[in-house]
């Protein structure tokens, strides 16, 4: 079926707009006064570098470790509780990676929750956590749950019977773990690795409050000192570069296919546990969601409860609530009906340019979003001046990382529009246009609407686009926990981070468990 050429037209138009920042940084940056070669070698160009990819490679690592043991454990044995400790491994991911980040500095700061435990024992000061260790810690915590959403799904859709003619042929469980079932585990482990490897890279806020100098918090550092800087631009598109790289390899990562492919599949059965396995199963859980949700829920509310009994102004607040709530609504709305247009022509006119400007517009969510605020700042300040700082370029800015959720969330509703459906529109003497109202929109309307919601909580999280474009006097939550945190002001801190929290943490339990629900009782 040929593509209506006001839809082709319409949809080249909106990917050209999204994708404009990201030619204009290549173009600024090939054109930098100062030869590239030199600047490498006067701007510590590869200590830095070396301390943003060691911070990538270890907090993978260890996402990897928890996040698969966790899945396997959970999908391969039988023990009561099972299923409750599964929603508590997975509600680290309402947390921001800011939020986990204030959580793990104020507690160890000199008048923190662990050092106040700690005095009871006579230990009056201990060094905090900050640098490396701080950032690892913190970004290994509350991204582990993306490898285990991932992981969790294709284990327990594997087909047993491979395993069981592996055993019948004398395989130890040695040999069945690394021949048989990690082989199997390749896509989903990649894919999951490349996604929070994009996370580490991307992440702004935990490493400014951590204080741990990588790729992110060096472009913004600059950005304060002289915003027309040649190492702004640099940077900018060498950290732009490798995401977009790592971008385009987990975009081709054919996760979907192997799930789809072993739903038919033969489950496993979940093995008894003895006493001593069973002991050292919960201690491993427990202390995994100490880690990443208790401790963090408790600073909260020790910095909270402080906060009150000292006289905590809470209008201080207000203005980031109405922030965040209306930015994000704004861009949720213009999401849900930007992403119609698109989703209709990408997944009804099957075509080569298609294919290519929907592996595009995808691949601009695993871009670095300080990044694309950095270009559009500088667009703005070179061509269009009106837009400095305006909440226009701000709204425009969080739909160029986040509209790939509605689309991907629409495409997957669109699975279910029998191409039959269409045809019997057509006998019938309906019109492209009275076709779509009648037939395709209410098939896609609810999965876009599931995309938007979860555009509405991307942005309402998001810390660095905001802090290079809001409109002066403009704040949001995420914005107010930054500042609060870079100041110590961790009451304050906390008591925005708990708002934020509660008005994101139900959907995002409902949205990140929806695949989940498909799958046997655990």
């Known amino acids: 079926m040929k593509i209506p050429k006001f839809l082709s037209s319409l949809n080249i138009f909106i990917v050209a707009t999204f994708i404009s920042p990201i030619f204009y940084l290549f173009f600024e940056t090939v054109n930098i006064n100062n030869n590239i070669l030199e600047f490498i070698k006067i701007w510590?160009?590869?200590?830095?570098?070396?301390?943003?990819?060691?911070?990538?490679?270890g907090v993978v690592t260890i996402s990897l470790i928890l996040g698969l043991s966790s899945s396997l454990?959970?999908?391969?044995?039988?023990?009561?509780?099972?299923?409750?400790i599964l929603t508590l491994l997975i509600l680290p991911l309402v947390f921001p990676s800011y939020i986990g980040a204030l959580t793990y500095a104020s507690a160890f700061s000199s008048k923190g929750l662990v050092v106040n435990f700690l005095t009871n024992f006579g230990i009056q000061e201990i060094s905090g956590i900050r640098g490396y260790i701080g950032s690892l810690i913190v970004l290994s915590l509350f991204t582990y749950p993306y490898v285990l959403l991932i992981c969790f799904n294709t284990i327990s859709n594997l087909d047993n019977?491979?395993?069981?003619?592996?055993?019948?042929?004398?395989?130890?469980?040695?040999?069945?773990?690394?021949?048989?079932?990690?082989?199997?585990?390749?896509?989903?482990?990649?894919?999951?690795?490349l996604l929070v490897g994009l996370y580490v890279l991307s992440d702004f806020g935990a490493v400014s409050i951590m204080k741990y100098s990588t790729l992110t918090k060096v472009i913004y550092t600059y950005y304060e000192i002289d915003i027309t800087s040649d190492a702004v631009y640099l940077y900018s598109t060498l950290l732009l570069l490798t995401s977009f790289l790592l971008s385009f390899i987990q975009r081709n990562s054919d996760v979907s296919n192997q799930i789809q492919n072993s739903s038919r599949s033969k489950h496993i059965k979940k093995k008894e546990l003895n006493k001593f396995k069973l002991f050292i199963t919960y201690a491993y859980f427990f202390l995994v969601v100490f880690f990443s949700l208790i401790l963090p829920i408790l600073v909260l509310i020790y910095w909270l409860k402080n906060g009150l009994n000292s006289g905590l102004n809470i209008e201080l607040v207000y203005k980031g609530i109405f922030g965040s709530v209306f930015a994000s609504l704004t861009t949720g709305v213009l999401a849900f009906f930007i992403a119609i247009p698109i989703t209709v022509?990408?997944?009804q006119y099957k075509s080569s340019f298609n294919k290519i400007l929907e592996k595009v517009i995808l691949t601009l969510y695993g871009l670095p979003h300080i990044t694309i605020g950095i270009s559009l700042l500088f667009i703005s300040l070179k061509f269009i001046p009106r837009l400095y700082q305006s909440f226009t370029l701000l709204i425009f800015s969080y739909l160029i990382v986040f509209l790939p959720q509605a689309i991907g969330a629409g495409r997957a509703s669109t699975y279910q529009i029998n191409n039959s459906f269409l045809e019997a529109s057509s006998v019938f003497g309906f019109s492209r246009v009275k076709t779509f109202y009648k037939v395709t929109f209410p098939m896609i309307r609810n999965g876009i609407l599931a995309g938007s919601a979860l555009v509405f909580l991307s942005t309402i999280k998001e810390l660095p686009q905001t802090l290079l474009l809001r409109p002066t006097g403009f704040k949001t939550l995420a914005i107010d926990i930054w500042s609060f945190s870079i100041e110590g002001q961790f009451t304050e801190a906390a008591f925005s981070s708990i708002i934020l929290l509660a008005i994101s943490a139900?959907?995002?339990?409902?949205?990140?468990?929806?695949?989940?629900?498909?799958?046997n009782d655990i």
Do not use: M
């Not at 454990?73 to 409750?84: A, D, L, T, V, Y």
């Open 345 to 347: 022509a990408f997944t």
């Open 44 to 57: 510590d160009f590869y200590e830095l570098f070396f301390k943003t990819f060691s911070l990538v490679v």
């Open 506 to 519: 139900i959907p995002t339990y409902i949205l990140s468990t929806r695949n989940l629900r498909s799958q």
């Open 73 to 84: 454990i959970i999908s391969r044995f039988k023990f009561k509780g099972s299923k409750i």
């Open 161 to 193: 019977s491979i395993e069981e003619a592996a055993k019948s042929l004398g395989s130890s469980k040695v040999k069945l773990f690394t021949r048989v079932i990690l082989p199997r585990l390749k896509q989903p482990i990649t894919y999951s690795a």
